[in-house]
C-alpha cells in the first residue's frame, strides 16, 4: 500500500523529536494494550465465575468461595482503572514535550530564515501551522496514534482467533474486510487531499483575519467593513463546504467500516445457525464466535475516526516540514572569518539586486564606498531601489550578484551575527514591540551573552539615544521610560515611534549606521533638534542616511544618487546641486528653482530623463 | 477555590496606570482566577452564546440526535438478534423450520444496513451543523470586530483578536464535531442498560444508582478544577499567539538588532507556560477518566458480591446475575466517551468566554438607529463646542468651536500632542466628542449612517496598510466595482501609474505581505489613490505625504490642488511645503487653535507660523 508507506514515511521524519520520549511513548503504548485486555477480560472473568465456582459454591451454601471471584473482579477493575492512569499519565509529557519541542523548532527556523521569506508567507498560514497543526499533532500523539495500535492489534488478534476458532465462520469474516480495506486505502487517499486542503483555507482565513485587524484604519477610514465581511464570508464558506466535503468523506467510511462488518456478520449469524443445526459447530461456539466479533466491531468502528485523525496529523506533519525544509539561502557561512571590531568601511562591489520571482533588477552594477566615519546620503526617487540597498548592507536581503564588504570581508563569509552587530538599521517603518521604552530602544544592546553591556553603560546609552532623537516625551509618560509601549501599551503617534526607531539605532552603537528616511514624521523644530544632536553623534561613525529631503541631506558629508538602481552621482551637495539635473529634480523644494533648474538641465544635459521631463510637464501644466 | 500550582506569570499588564484603557481590557481578559460570581457570569454569558447558536439549529440537531438513536438501536439490536438466533432459530432449523432464521437474518442484515447508514448520515448531519455554527460564530466575531471603536482596537492586541477568532474557535469545533456524537450515543446506551437493568433486577439497579453518587461527585470536582485550567489554556494561547504574531510582523527589526535568541527564549516561556497548561488539563483529564472506569469496576464488583450472596440466600437466578453483571459492566462502558465529552465541553465554554467577551465588548462609537439621510454630502464642517478626552482621561481638546465652509482646504499645523490628529478622528468619527457636536452640512455626525458618512468623510493615514491582493483592489477599496479605467485615473492624479506599470503584472500585481514589495513611499501614494477614487466631499489627510519624496509630493499637490477644489479638506502635515495648497491655516497648541488665518496672512505676521515658515524656508534649496 504505497500511499500508507508514505504517510508512514511522511509521519517517520518526527522520529528525532519523539526519539527521547519513546521509552514512554512504548511504555503507555504497553499500559494501554493492558488496559483494553483488562477491560476485554473482566466480562469473560465475571461469566465463567458466575457459572463455575459461584454456581457450585451457592449449591454448597459456601460464602467463601464468592471472595475469591469478586477479589479477583475488584482487582481486574482496578488494574483496567490504574493502567488508564497510567497510559495518560506517560504520555502526556512526552506529547506535550514533543509539541513544545517542534513549536519551538519551528520558530527558531522562522526567525533564522531572512526577511524574504516572511515577505513571501502570510502570517496567518505560518500562524495556523505552529498553533493549529501542532496541537492536533500533540492530540495524535496521545491518543491518536496509541488508539491507532491499540485498534489494529485487536483486530489482528481477534481475527487471528476467529480463524483458529471458528474455521469457516472466521473466513466468511475475513472475507468482509476485503472491501473494508479498499474502502480505507481510498478514503485515506482521497481525505489526505481534502484534509489538506481544509488546513490550507484555514491558514487563508487566519491571514484575512490578520490582515483585517492590522488594516482596521484604512477599513474603517472608507467604511469598508462590510465589504471585508462579504470577502471574509466567502473565504469561511468554501472553508465550510471544504469541511463538509471532508466529513461527507468520512460519513462514507463511517458508513463502511460500521455496515460492511454487521453485513458480514448477517451472513455469519445464517451461515452459523446452519451450520449449528447440520450440528458442524456447536452452540458454545458459535455463542464464543460473536462474542469475539462483537470485540472487534468495536475497534473497526473506531478505525475511521482514528485512520482520519492520522491522516490529519499527517497532512500537519507535511505542512511543518514544508517550513522546515525551507533551506535557509542566508544561512552562516562554514567557516565564518572573525570580525570581532568592526571598523566600518562598507564597499558595495558592482553590487545587483533582483527579488527572486522578479524580471527586472532592483539594483543594477551599484559601485558605493563608505570610508570609515563618514556620512553618506543616499538620494533617489521613490522606488529607486533606496531602501533595498539599505537592506543589503545589514545583509538583511543577499545581493544577487557583486558582493558587499565590510573592513574588506564579503558579508556572506562572516556570521550574520556578526554583521549586524556592526551594522544597525532604523527602518522607514518604525517595528516597536510590545515592551518598555527602555527595552525598546535598548533592543539592539544585548544585556547578557557573550557581548553584553555592563547596567551603567546601557543606562548612558538609553539617555544619550532619546536625548540625540528628541525623544524627551518618554519622560512625560506615565511610567518613563519604563512605560510599555506597542500593540500591548500606549499607543505613539508615528513621528514618536519614528524617533524612538532613531534612538533604537543610535544606542546600539553600532560601526556602520543605516538610517531609511529617519525624520519623515517629524516636524521641521523637531527635525532640525534631532539633526543638530545626530551630527554629533554621526561624527566618526560611517553612516548611510536615505534622505528625501535636504535637511535630511544636511547630516551628510556627500551624497551618492540612485537613479533607477545605479550610482549616477557622488558628491557633495553643493557640488551635485550645481551640476546634477536629477539631483536637482528630486531635492529642490523650490518651485522657480527647480523649473529653472529643468530648464538648465534640458539646455546642459544632451540626454534629460524621460520621467523627468513627463513630470515637469504634469507640474507645468 | 482551587488554584493553580503555578502563580500568575509575572506580566506586566497588571498595572495599568494609562487613562486610556477601559475597564475591559486586555489584562481583565488575561484573569483565570475569576471570585465565583465572575466565575458563574462569564461562564453563563458563554452557554447563553452557545444557546444562541444552536437556537436556529433546533429541528437539525432533532435530526442528528434521531439519527443517533437509530444507528444505536441498530447497534444494539445485534446481540438481541444473535441470541434469539442461538435460542430460536437452531432449535427451529433442527425441527426443518426456516421461517424463524429468515426472519432473523433479514432483521439482522436490516439492522445492520439501517444502522450503518444513519450513522454514516449522522457524521454528515453533525459537520453540517458545527460548521453552520462556526460560520456564524465566525461571521459574528469577525463583524463584531470591525463594528468597535478604534478605542478598543488600540488596546486589545491585534494578536488578542486573531486568536479569539481562529484557536478559540477551533476548541468549539472540536466540542460539536466529535463530542455530540459521543454524548448522545453514550446516554442512549446508558438510558437503555440502565433501564433493561431495573427491569431485570432492581436490587443491582440500586448499586447502580448508588455508584452514580462519587461519578457525580468526581464530575463536580473536574468540573471546577478543569474551569480554572481551561481558562489559563485560552489565556496562556492567546499570550503565546500575541507574541508569535508580534515577532513575525517586526521580523525585519528582530533580525536587524540580533533578537533572535531573546525573542527565542520568551516564546520559549510563553511556550512552556502553555505546555503547563495543556499538561494541566491533560493531568485532571488523566484523573478523571481512571476515576470513571474505577467507579464502573468496583460497582461491578459490588454488583458481583451483593449478588452472589442473594444467590446463595436462594434470592436469585445464577443466569439473572450473569446478565445483571454484564449490564452493571455496560453501563459504565461509554461512560468514558462522556468524560470526554464533557472534557472538550470544558474547553469549549473556556473558549467561548473568551469569544462572548470579545463579542460583549460595546461598540462606544455606534450607528444611530434612525440615521438622518445625507446622500449628497456638500462638506461643511462645524465643530460646536466639543470637548474630548479619551476614556477618563485629561482633557485632549477643551471647548473647540470651529467653522469650516464647505470646499475650504485647511492646514492643522502644532507639535506632537496639539490635538491636530484628535481633531481629525472626531471630524471622521473614529471617536466620538466627549461633550458638544461635529456636524457635518448641519447634521450630528452620529446621526449619520455610516454608509453615508464613510461616503461624504474619508481620512488618509500616514500608515499606509496594504491588504494582501493586487494593487487594483488596494485601489479598488476607495470604490468597490470602479471600473478599471477610473482606478487608473486615480492612480495617474497622485503619480502612482508608473511605478504600478513597472510592476511585472501592471495593476494586477500582487503586493504580497503587507506590500513587502512596495516602498513606504509608493504604499502612501497607493493609498491616496484609494482616496481620490473614493472622491469624498470632505478629505481628511493625517500626515499622509510623510514618505514621499519631493517630486513626488509636489505631484500628489497638484493633484490635490485640483482634486480639492470643489471639496472640503483637512491637511495635518508637519512639512510646510504641503500647508502652502491651502486656503486657511490653523495652528494648534494644548487642544486650542492659537492662530488661525491663511497662509499669507499668518507667515507675514510675528506668530508661531511666521517662525516655523522662517524656519522651513531656512531649510529649502
Given at each position: 500500500?504505497?500511499?500508507?508507506?508514505?504517510?508512514?514515511?511522511?509521519?517517520?521524519?518526527?522520529?528525532?523529536?519523539?526519539?527521547?520520549?519513546?521509552?514512554?511513548?512504548?511504555?503507555?503504548?504497553?499500559?494501554?494494550?493492558?488496559?483494553?485486555?483488562?477491560?476485554?477480560?473482566?466480562?469473560?472473568?465475571?461469566?465463567?465465575?458466575?457459572?463455575?465456582?459461584?454456581?457450585?459454591?451457592?449449591?454448597?451454601?459456601?460464602?467463601?468461595?464468592?471472595?475469591?471471584?469478586?477479589?479477583?473482579?475488584?482487582?481486574?477493575?482496578?488494574?483496567?482503572?490504574?493502567?488508564?492512569l497510567l497510559r495518560r499519565?506517560?504520555?502526556?509529557?512526552?506529547?506535550?514535550?514533543?509539541?513544545?519541542?517542534?513549536?519551538?523548532?519551528?520558530?527558531?527556523?522562522?526567525?533564522?530564515?531572512?526577511?524574504?521569506?516572511?515577505?513571501?508567507?502570510?502570517?496567518?498560514?505560518?500562524?495556523?501551522?505552529?498553533?493549529?497543526?501542532?496541537?492536533?499533532?500533540?492530540?495524535?500523539?496521545?491518543?491518536g496514534l496509541l488508539q491507532l495500535i491499540v485498534s489494529i492489534v485487536t483486530i489482528v488478534v481477534g481475527v487471528g482467533i476467529l480463524l483458529a476458532t471458528a474455521g469457516w465462520l472466521g473466513l466468511v469474516y475475513l472475507a468482509g474486510a476485503i472491501p473494508v480495506t479498499v474502502?480505507?486505502?481510498?478514503?485515506?487517499?482521497?481525505?489526505?487531499?481534502?484534509?489538506?486542503?481544509?488546513?490550507?483555507?484555514?491558514?487563508?482565513?487566519?491571514?484575512?483575519?490578520?490582515?483585517?485587524?492590522?488594516?482596521?484604519?484604512?477599513?474603517?477610514?472608507?467604511?469598508?467593513?462590510?465589504?471585508?465581511?462579504?470577502?471574509?464570508?466567502?473565504?469561511?464558506?468554501?472553508?465550510?463546504?471544504?469541511?463538509?466535503r471532508k466529513a461527507g468523506n468520512q460519513a462514507t467510511v463511517t458508513t463502511s467500516l460500521q455496515l460492511i462488518p454487521e453485513v458480514t456478520l448477517a451472513v455469519c449469524l445464517v451461515l452459523g445457525t446452519v451450520l449449528a443445526a447440520q450440528g458442524q459447530i456447536t452452540v458454545g461456539g458459535l455463542v464464543a464466535f460473536f462474542l469475539t466479533t462483537a470485540v472487534i466491531n468495536?475497534?473497526?468502528?473506531?478505525?475511521?475516526?482514528?485512520?482520519?485523525?492520522?491522516?490529519?496529523?499527517?497532512?500537519?506533519?507535511?505542512?511543518?516540514?514544508?517550513?522546515?525544509?525551507?533551506?535557509?539561502?542566508?544561512?552562516?557561512?562554514?567557516?565564518?572569518?572573525?570580525?570581532?571590531?568592526?571598523?566600518?568601511?562598507?564597499?558595495?562591489?558592482?553590487?545587483?539586486?533582483?527579488?527572486?520571482?522578479?524580471?527586472?533588477?532592483?539594483?543594477?552594477?551599484?559601485?558605493?564606498?563608505?570610508?570609515?566615519?563618514?556620512?553618506?546620503?543616499?538620494?533617489?526617487?521613490?522606488?529607486?531601489?533606496?531602501?533595498?540597498?539599505?537592506?543589503?548592507?545589514?545583509?538583511?536581503?543577499?545581493?544577487?550578484?557583486?558582493?558587499?564588504?565590510?573592513?574588506?570581508?564579503?558579508?556572506?563569509?562572516?556570521?550574520?551575527?556578526?554583521?549586524?552587530?556592526?551594522?544597525?538599521?532604523?527602518?522607514?517603518?518604525?517595528?516597536?514591540?510590545?515592551?518598555?521604552?527602555?527595552?525598546?530602544?535598548?533592543?539592539?544592546?544585548?544585556?547578557?551573552?557573550?557581548?553584553?553591556?555592563?547596567?551603567?553603560?546601557?543606562?548612558?546609552?538609553?539617555?544619550?539615544?532619546?536625548?540625540?532623537?528628541?525623544?524627551?516625551?518618554?519622560?512625560?509618560?506615565?511610567?518613563?521610560?519604563?512605560?510599555?509601549?506597542?500593540?500591548?501599551?500606549?499607543?505613539?503617534?508615528?513621528?514618536?515611534?519614528?524617533?524612538?526607531?532613531?534612538?533604537?539605532?543610535?544606542?546600539?552603537?553600532?560601526?556602520?549606521?543605516?538610517?531609511?528616511?529617519?525624520?519623515?514624521?517629524?516636524?521641521?523644530?523637531?527635525?532640525?533638534?534631532?539633526?543638530?544632536?545626530?551630527?554629533?553623534?554621526?561624527?566618526?561613525?560611517?553612516?548611510?542616511?536615505?534622505?528625501?529631503?535636504?535637511?535630511?541631506?544636511?547630516?551628510?558629508?556627500?551624497?551618492?544618487?540612485?537613479?533607477?538602481?545605479?550610482?549616477?552621482?557622488v558628491g557633495t551637495h553643493r557640488d551635485l546641486l550645481a551640476t546634477d539635473a536629477h539631483y536637482r529634480h528630486v531635492i529642490s523644494s523650490l518651485e522657480q528653482d527647480w523649473e529653472e533648474c529643468a530648464e538648465h538641465s534640458d539646455r546642459e544635459d544632451s540626454e534629460p530623463d524621460q520621467t523627468e521631463q513627463a513630470q515637469t510637464e504634469e507640474v507645468q501644466r | 477555590m482551587s488554584r493553580p500550582s503555578k502563580p500568575e506569570p509575572s506580566q506586566p499588564a497588571t498595572s495599568r496606570p494609562d487613562d486610556r484603557r477601559r475597564p475591559t481590557d486586555a489584562s481583565a481578559d488575561d484573569t483565570t482566577q475569576l471570585d465565583a460570581e465572575a466565575s458563574r457570569e462569564v461562564r453563563s454569558r458563554s452557554l447563553r452564546l452557545l444557546g444562541e447558536l444552536l437556537r436556529p439549529r433546533r429541528g437539525a440537531l432533532a435530526l442528528a440526535g434521531l439519527l443517533v438513536v437509530v444507528s444505536t438501536l441498530g447497534q444494539v439490536a445485534g446481540p438481541w438478534l444473535v441470541s434469539l438466533a442461538i435460542d430460536s432459530a437452531v432449535p427451529d432449523l433442527m425441527d426443518g423450520d426456516v421461517d424463524t432464521l429468515v426472519l432473523v437474518g433479514s432483521a439482522y442484515l436490516v439492522a445492520a444496513v439501517v444502522g450503518g447508514l444513519c450513522a454514516g448520515a449522522y457524521v454528515r448531519q453533525a459537520a453540517r451543523i458545527a460548521q453552520g455554527v462556526l460560520l456564524d460564530l465566525r461571521r459574528r466575531v469577525f463583524r463584531h470586530t470591525q463594528l468597535l471603536s478604534l478605542e478598543f482596537h488600540e488596546s486589545y492586541t491585534s494578536g488578542r483578536i486573531i486568536s479569539r477568532q481562529t484557536s478559540d474557535l477551533e476548541a468549539l469545533r472540536e466540542l460539536l464535531d466529535g463530542g455530540l456524537t459521543g454524548v448522545v450515543s453514550s446516554l442512549m446506551l446508558m438510558l437503555f442498560t440502565g433501564l433493561s437493568l431495573f427491569l431485570l433486577d432492581w436490587r443491582s439497579g440500586l448499586v447502580l444508582a448508588v455508584a452514580l453518587v462519587p461519578a457525580w461527585l468526581l464530575t463536580r470536582w473536574f468540573q471546577k478544577r478543569s474551569q480554572v485550567f481551561y481558562r489559563e489554556q485560552r489565556t496562556t494561547s492567546a499570550r503565546l499567539i500575541v507574541k508569535f504574531v508580534e515577532t513575525m510582523t517586526g521580523m525585519r527589526a528582530v533580525q536587524a538588532f540580533r533578537r533572535e535568541s531573546t525573542t527565542e527564549a520568551d516564546y520559549g516561556r510563553l511556550s512552556e507556560?502553555?505546555?503547563?497548561?495543556?499538561?494541566?488539563?491533560?493531568?485532571?483529564?488523566?484523573?478523571?477518566?481512571?476515576?470513571l472506569v474505577l467507579i464502573g469496576n468496583v460497582a461491578v464488583a459490588v454488583a458481583l458480591a451483593l449478588g452472589g450472596w442473594r444467590v446463595y440466600s436462594g434470592g436469585l437466578d445464577v443466569g439473572v446475575l450473569v446478565a445483571a453483571l454484564l449490564y452493571v459492566k455496560r453501563f459504565f462502558q461509554p461512560i468514558q466517551q462522556l468524560g470526554n465529552f464533557y472534557n472538550s465541553f470544558q474547553s469549549a465554554t473556556a473558549a467561548l468566554e473568551k469569544v462572548s467577551g470579545l463579542l460583549a465588548e460595546e461598540p462606544t462609537v455606534v450607528e444611530p438607529r434612525r440615521p438622518v439621510a445625507l446622500p449628497h454630502a456638500r462638506g461643511a464642517l462645524r465643530l460646536d463646542h466639543?470637548?474630548?478626552?479619551?476614556?477618563?482621561?485629561?482633557?485632549?481638546?477643551?471647548?473647540?468651536?470651529?467653522?469650516?465652509?464647505?470646499?475650504?482646504?485647511?492646514?492643522?499645523?502644532?507639535?506632537?500632542?496639539?490635538?491636530?490628529?484628535?481633531?481629525?478622528?472626531?471630524?471622521?468619527?473614529?471617536?466620538?466628542?466627549?461633550?458638544?457636536?461635529?456636524?457635518?452640512d448641519g447634521v450630528d455626525v452620529r446621526d449619520l449612517s455610516t454608509t453615508d458618512l464613510r461616503r461624504a468623510v474619508v481620512m488618509v493615514t500616514q500608515e499606509a496598510y496594504l491588504f494582501s491582493g493586487s494593487v487594483r483592489e488596494n485601489i479598488a477599496l476607495g470604490r468597490p466595482g470602479a471600473p478599471q479605467a477610473d482606478i487608473e485615473a486615480a492612480a495617474r492624479a497622485v503619480g502612482a501609474h508608473e511605478f504600478i506599470m513597472d510592476m511585472p503584472d501592471g495593476y494586477d500585481t500582487d503586493v504580497n505581505k503587507r506590500g513587502g514589495r512596495v516602498s513606504a513611499g509608493q504604499r502612501q501614494l497607493l493609498s491616496f489613490a484609494r482616496a481620490f477614487l473614493a472622491d469624498p466631499a470632505v478629505l481628511v489627510l493625517d500626515e499622509a505625504t510623510s514618505s514621499l519624496d519631493i517630486p513626488g509630493e509636489r505631484l500628489v499637490q497638484h493633484g490635490l490642488q485640483t482634486l480639492l477644489s470643489d471639496r472640503t479638506a483637512i491637511i495635518i502635515a508637519h512639512r510646510l511645503s504641503t500647508v502652502a495648497i491651502a486656503d486657511r491655516v490653523l495652528v494648534m497648541e494644548h487642544g486650542r487653535v492659537i492662530e488661525d488665518g491663511t497662509p499669507d496672512e499668518l507667515a507675514a505676521g510675528d506668530g508661531h507660523y511666521a517662525a516655523l515658515n522662517a524656519a522651513w524656508q531656512d531649510s529649502l534649496v
Open positions: 500500500m504505497g500511499s500508507e508507506l508514505s504517510t508512514f514515511a511522511s509521519v517517520r521524519r518526527l522520529y528525532p523529536y519523539v526519539r527521547p520520549a519513546m521509552p514512554r511513548m512504548v511504555g503507555g503504548l504497553i499500559s494501554a494494550l493492558g488496559a483494553s485486555l483488562a477491560a476485554l477480560a473482566i466480562p469473560r472473568v465475571l461469566q465463567t465465575l458466575v457459572e463455575g465456582p459461584l454456581a457450585e459454591g451457592a449449591a454448597a451454601h459456601d460464602l467463601g468461595a464468592l471472595v475469591v471471584p469478586v477479589l479477583l473482579v475488584l482487582g481486574l477493575g482496578v488494574a483496567e482503572a490504574g493502567l488508564v499519565n506517560l504520555v502526556m509529557y512526552p506529547g506535550t514535550r514533543v509539541e513544545a519541542e517542534l513549536r519551538m523548532a519551528l520558530f527558531r527556523h522562522l526567525q533564522d530564515l531572512p526577511v524574504a521569506f516572511h515577505d513571501r508567507w502570510p502570517g496567518g498560514q505560518l500562524l495556523s501551522r505552529i498553533m493549529g497543526d501542532l496541537g492536533l499533532l500533540r492530540r495524535w500523539l496521545v491518543f474502502i480505507a486505502f481510498r478514503f485515506s487517499r482521497r481525505y489526505r487531499v481534502i484534509a489538506r486542503l481544509s488546513q490550507d483555507q484555514s491558514g487563508d482565513l487566519a491571514t484575512t483575519v490578520e490582515e483585517s485587524v492590522h488594516g482596521i484604519r484604512v477599513l474603517k477610514a472608507f467604511g469598508r467593513g462590510r465589504d471585508a465581511l462579504d470577502s471574509f464570508t466567502d473565504q469561511a464558506e468554501e472553508l465550510r463546504r471544504t469541511e463538509i468495536g475497534p473497526v468502528v473506531d478505525l475511521g475516526m482514528t485512520l482520519s485523525m492520522t491522516l490529519n496529523a499527517r497532512t500537519a506533519v507535511d505542512r511543518f516540514f514544508e517550513v522546515m525544509e525551507t533551506p535557509n539561502p542566508l544561512a552562516d557561512p562554514a567557516d565564518p572569518v572573525d570580525a570581532p571590531d568592526a571598523r566600518g568601511h562598507v564597499e558595495l562591489r558592482d553590487v545587483t539586486f533582483r527579488y527572486e520571482d522578479s524580471a527586472r533588477p532592483v539594483l543594477e552594477h551599484v559601485d558605493l564606498e563608505l570610508p570609515v566615519g563618514t556620512t553618506t546620503a543616499l538620494v533617489g526617487l521613490t522606488g529607486s531601489g533606496k531602501s533595498t540597498l539599505a537592506m543589503v548592507v545589514p545583509r538583511i536581503f543577499d545581493v544577487t550578484g557583486g558582493e558587499v564588504l565590510l573592513d574588506g570581508v564579503d558579508l556572506r563569509r562572516m556570521r550574520r551575527h556578526d554583521v549586524r552587530r556592526a551594522v544597525a538599521v532604523a527602518f522607514e517603518d518604525p517595528t516597536l514591540f510590545s515592551a518598555s521604552v527602555r527595552d525598546n530602544v535598548l533592543l539592539g544592546v544585548p544585556e547578557s551573552g557573550p557581548d553584553a553591556v555592563p547596567e551603567a553603560e546601557r543606562e548612558r546609552r538609553l539617555h544619550e539615544a532619546v536625548e540625540v532623537a528628541q525623544a524627551g516625551f518618554v519622560a512625560d509618560l506615565p511610567q518613563g521610560v519604563e512605560t510599555r509601549i506597542g500593540e500591548e501599551g500606549l499607543s505613539l503617534s508615528g513621528g514618536q515611534r519614528q524617533r524612538l526607531a532613531l534612538a533604537r539605532a543610535i544606542a546600539a552603537r553600532p560601526a556602520v549606521l543605516v538610517l531609511d528616511d529617519p525624520l519623515s514624521a517629524l516636524d521641521v523644530a523637531t527635525e532640525e533638534a534631532v539633526t543638530t544632536r545626530l551630527r554629533e553623534v554621526l561624527d566618526g561613525t560611517t553612516s548611510l542616511v536615505i534622505a528625501h529631503r535636504p535637511s535630511t541631506v544636511a547630516l551628510a558629508d556627500r551624497v551618492a544618487v540612485l537613479q533607477d538602481g545605479r550610482i549616477t552621482a | 507556560q502553555y505546555r503547563d497548561a495543556n499538561l494541566n488539563t491533560m493531568g485532571l483529564n488523566g484523573r478523571y477518566q481512571p476515576g466639543v470637548t474630548f478626552r479619551y476614556g477618563d482621561g485629561p482633557v485632549v481638546l477643551p471647548d473647540l468651536d470651529l467653522t469650516l465652509p464647505a470646499g475650504q482646504t485647511v492646514a492643522l499645523v502644532g507639535t506632537t500632542g496639539a490635538g491636530k490628529s484628535t481633531l481629525a478622528k472626531l471630524v471622521t468619527r473614529f471617536y466620538d466628542a466627549s461633550e458638544g457636536r461635529v456636524q457635518l
